[in-house]
């Protein structure tokens, strides 16, 4: 939990040079942000069973704070790797089977949920390094590759490979020239 949290406050800091303390009390996607790894090391690494449900009540309390301060719901089931920046917060909804790599970038009204029927009904898998643009909506059991870059109000339904460039509604394929240009990350 603290390691992935040090490595979203970083990326933040490193991006924007707004020293930490300032980027945990003022901005609002760090507050979804660290909630969110505080809610999902609670719901899967805890051990003791009474310990764990306090944590839960709080933690519950806590997101439910965050939902309506920020407008961002980011389920605890989720997994996310290290490195998530949030841009902008309001209107950003991840639900519970996501699958998110390492340093992607989301900005606001982002939905990515579920969607399809039989089979195909699920939540999608992206990679490493994704960035979404702000209004985007990726839903379904779909695998995004990683280095790709989802343009603004974009509806991805579909699959793509690692550095696709998807635009359009519904989206598909522009180029492949990838997110390079729109992740920031200093090791």
Known sequence: MFENAKADIKRFTDATGIPWWRYILTVQGAWAILEYRYSHWVRHHCKYRMIRYVLKVFGWFWHKSIQMCTGINIDSDAEIGKGLLISHFGCIF??????????????????????????????????????????????????????VAIGANAVVTKSAPDNAVLGGIPARIINYNGSHDFIEWKD
């Open 94 to 147: 991840i639900a519970g089977q996501v699958k998110m790599g390492e340093r992607c970038n989301i900005h606001q009204e982002v939905t990515l949920g579920w969607s399809g029927r039989g089979e195909n009904k699920g939540c999608p898998t992206l990679g490493d390094r994704v960035y979404i643009g702000a209004g985007a909506k990726v839903l379904g059991k779909i695998t995004i590759g990683s280095d």
